[in-house]
Structures are given as structure tokens and as C-alpha cells.
T-cell receptor, first 110, second 118 residues
Framework: AQSVTQLDSQVPVFEEAPVELRCNYS??????LFWYVQYPNQGLQLLLK??????LVKGINGFEAEFNKSQTSFHLRKPSVHISDTAEYFC????????FGTGTRLLVSP | GAVVSQHPSRVICKSGTSVKIECRSL??????MFWYRQFPKQSLMLMAT?????????EQGVEKDKFLINHASLTLSTLTVTSAHPEDSSFYIC??????????????FGEGSRLTVL
């Protein structure tokens, strides 16, 4: 069985500041890891995914994440956020049948 | 990329009526689709796995007689909320995977359907 923990329910940040959204997972087998973004009243859009290989994964909109097996983490980062990055971010684990974390609301203010 | 579309995006119904939500894969065939439910400000909870040509597999605690799933073709799955009650009000999202090598393990999501039961 897999589980995903997102430690922060909400992260406020000023525009152009860096941000890190935390995600920890647990699994008895190797899993794929994902970050999705959800804008209000919309479905989910994939930001990036880790399957294997390089532990630093780059995604869309300037986001990147680093897989850390020893810490069982897959934190999402962006060096400089925009107002338009305000959204809900979900970390997920699995293969097609995904388990989601509880989500982190990123609030970017001017 | 793969496109999944849901309809309707919003629906309001009276208590006791049934509502059908459609999920279509537009540019790929999906033998499996997943239905999620999302409560306000909460995560996505997997309700069931829809299997083309066979019965859906429901997650523990999900009433199969309340949430009827039909996957009659490789591009269409439907979720019918029967005898809806206000507590069924939620955001329902479907997803599917095309099974392409380039999208291994990845899910593509529909736009979601917000159900409000009065």
C-alpha cells in the first residue's frame, strides 16, 4: 500500500520569491511520483513526474522536483513564483491508480 | 497529449433524482478509467475503477448501488448518482491513461463535474 503526505495545507508567498512544497511518500515497492496542479473548478494538470533515472525532474511552468529515496521525499520547487501560480498542488504516487496527498494551496501575493 | 473530457461541468438536481456524468477519452482508447470524488478543500478520493466491458471495481466504503458506473466503449465511461441526496454534492473527476510509453503511469484528468443536490 502507498500513502502520500503533504505537510503544508497552505503556503503563502510573495511574487518572485522562491517556494518549496513538501511531499513525503511511503510504499513497500518502487513507485512513480507525480505533482499535479488544480485551478478552481477544474481538473488536474500534470506538472512533472518521476519514474526513474535522474532524481531532479523538471516540469512545466518552471517547476522542478527532487526525488530523495533516503528521505522518501519528492518536494516541489520553483525559484520565482508568479501570481498565476496560485492554485492547489497535489503530490501523488502509484502507477495509473494513484494515491493523492491532501494538497497544498499556494497563495502568491503581490 | 491525451485529452479527457467530462460533461456536464455543473449540474444541479433535486433530492431523489438521478444524475449521469459522462467521461470521454477524445484521442485515445481507454480500457480503464478512474472516478474520483473531491470534497471542498480536500484531496481526491478514488471511488472506483471503470473497466471496459466488465463490472467496475469499487473502493471500500463506496456504495455501488448509489454510484453506478458503466464503461460501454473504449472511449466512454459514465457515472450515475442514483437517488441523489445533498450529501452527494461534490466535485467528481474522471481520469484515464492512454498507455503510451511516453506517458507511463500518468493519469489524464477531465475538467470535473460539480454536482449540487438541493
Amino acid at each position: 500500500a502507498q500513502s502520500v503526505t503533504q505537510l503544508d495545507s497552505q503556503v503563502p508567498v510573495f511574487e518572485e520569491a522562491p517556494v518549496e512544497l513538501r511531499c513525503n511518500y511511503s510504499s513497500s515497492v518502487s513507485v512513480y511520483l507525480f505533482w499535479y496542479v488544480q485551478y478552481p473548478n477544474q481538473g488536474l494538470q500534470l506538472l512533472l513526474k518521476y519514474l526513474s533515472g535522474s532524481t531532479l525532474v523538471k516540469g512545466i511552468n518552471g517547476f522542478e522536483a527532487e526525488f530523495n529515496k533516503s528521505q522518501t521525499s519528492f518536494h516541489l520547487r520553483k525559484p520565482s513564483v508568479h501570481i498565476s501560480d496560485t492554485a492547489e498542488y497535489f503530490c501523488a504516487a502509484g502507477f495509473q491508480k494513484l494515491v493523492f496527498g491532501t494538497g497544498t494551496r499556494l497563495l502568491v501575493s503581490p | 497529449g491525451a485529452v479527457v473530457s467530462q460533461h456536464p461541468s455543473r449540474v444541479i438536481c433535486k433530492s431523489g433524482t438521478s444524475v449521469k456524468i459522462e467521461c470521454r477519452s477524445l484521442d485515445f482508447q481507454a480500457t480503464t478509467m478512474f472516478w474520483y470524488r473531491q470534497f471542498p478543500k480536500q484531496s481526491l478520493m478514488l471511488m472506483a475503477t471503470s473497466n471496459e466491458g466488465s463490472k467496475a471495481t469499487y473502493e471500500q466504503g463506496v456504495e455501488k448501488d448509489k454510484f453506478l458506473i458503466n464503461h460501454a466503449s473504449l472511449t466512454l465511461s459514465t457515472l450515475t448518482v442514483t437517488s441523489a441526496h445533498p450529501e452527494d454534492s461534490s466535485f467528481y473527476i474522471c481520469s484515464a491513461s492512454p498507455g503510451w510509453e511516453s506517458t507511463a503511469g500518468e493519469l489524464f484528468f477531465g475538467e470535473g463535474s460539480r454536482l449540487t443536490v438541493l
